[in-house]
């Protein structure tokens, strides 16, 4: 197996797996502005590559499949979400959910996933390809966490807009291409720009903050905007033969108690310099806050089969593993353990050898 990128998160270690995704990301800032967010189209790298509409390959069977190259698969299922779904953390397009579905499974399982995106610009990306796809066997949603940091970003933008808060307003809606922190040692500054630092005035700027509401009022907003939203795939969907399934993605302070040694290195190292998603989370990390959250959201999507991967993770034989490269995610061993939990709560492995004229899997 391609090693994982559990330690990719020690200050000042410079890996070509980060400078992938670093570039990866710094690229999709290129988009039109009149388009639906998407990364760099025919990106091509050792880490992670697109095709022609900006999504992230999946492999099957030795052959890579995108929503722009089905090839002659009968039938597809997809993905669905944001960043751990996309596979962020991954050392490969091999190493994505996606793709351990699709070697689970034995179907095609295609990566409709872009950074960032909350619940209904996932619906929008689907609604733009769906003319591709044909036919549909499953569609598997894992996402939640987007939608949560987008209802306090709607917050930071309706507060005050002076000249030194139109500065940090981008820093925030930057915080959606980080993905990876910075990586290598700083460039060190020249003689001449010390010596200017050193001579220039003084300037008391205060930090700039923005005060959010409470954890509690996000979470059930961003609930409800999840399971509207979800109706809104069901009533989509019903007059086809594909099943849609709803999961919470994990979240690391959501899934566990305890933290085997590289993820506390890791969150040691979090804590120090948060990133402007995790401040977009402020507050919302505490267990009873997360069960009230999807809770929320099942009542809300009823009658949509909704999961939650942070009390299914531990499931996995390999939970005590390092499995996160930061809070939301994962590497490769991380990847594969939530293709595994997945496959097996939705009964999908026994289709590996299955007529495809049979009736399909009701999920309830």
């Keep these: 197996m391609t090693p994982t990128v559990a330690a990719t998160h020690a200050p000042g270690l410079a890996s070509p797996l980060h400078q992938d995704y670093q570039r990866f990301l710094l690229l999709g800032n290129r988009r039109a502005p009149h388009t639906l967010h998407v990364h760099e189209c025919g990106y091509r790298s050792g880490t992670i590559n697109t095709d022609a509409l900006g999504l992230r390959y999946s492999h099957c069977a030795g052959k890579r499949y995108s929503a722009a190259e089905r090839g002659g698969a009968p039938r597809i299922n997809l993905l669905v979400g944001g960043s751990t779904a996309l596979g962020i953390g991954a050392s490969s397009d091999e190493h994505t959910v996606a793709s351990h579905l699709s070697m689970l499974t034995g179907e095609v399982w295609l990566n409709l996933a872009g950074c960032g995106l909350n619940a209904s610009q996932e619906l929008l990306l689907f609604l733009t390809h769906q003319h591709r796809f044909g036919e549909i066997g499953h569609v598997v949603l894992l996402s939640g966490l987007n939608t949560l940091a987008h209802e306090a970003l709607g917050e930071v933008l309706a507060g005050p807009q002076g000249p030194q808060q139109a500065k940090a307003h981008q820093a925030y809606l930057n915080s959606f291409n980080e993905g990876m922190p910075p990586v290598g040692p700083a460039r060190r500054a020249s003689l001449w720009q010390r010596l200017s630092q050193a001579l220039a005035p003084r300037r008391n700027e205060p930090a700039l903050s923005w005060p959010l509401s409470a954890p509690e009022k996000r979470l059930a907003r961003a609930a409800d905007s999840i399971g509207r939203t979800l109706r809104q795939w069901e009533r989509m969907l ?81 939970f005590g593993a390092d499995l996160f490269v930061d809070r939301l995610h994962l590497n490769d061993l991380g990847n594969n353990a939530l293709a595994k939990v997945i496959t097996a709560k939705l009964g999908l492995a026994q289709e590996r050898h299955a007529q495809r004229k049979v009736t399909p899997i009701k999920l309830v």
């Excluded at 890791?266 to 989370?281: G, I, V």
């Excluded at 809770?295 to 949509?304: G, T």
Aim: hydrophobic fraction near 40%; aromatic fraction near 10%; include cysteine.
């Design 238 to 318: 019903a007059d086809s033969h594909a099943t849609f399934t709803f999961i919470l993605q994990p979240l690391l302070p959501w899934c566990r108690e305890t933290l085997p040694t590289g993820e506390q290195a890791m969150l040691s190292a979090l804590n120090q310099r948060p990133t402007n998603f995790d401040r977009l989370l402020e507050g919302a990390f505490d267990s009873q806050l997360h069960m009230a959250f999807f809770r929320r959201i099942k009542s809300q999507a009823d009658p949509v089969a909704c999961y939650d991967m942070n009390s299914m993770l531990s499931s996995s034989p390999v």
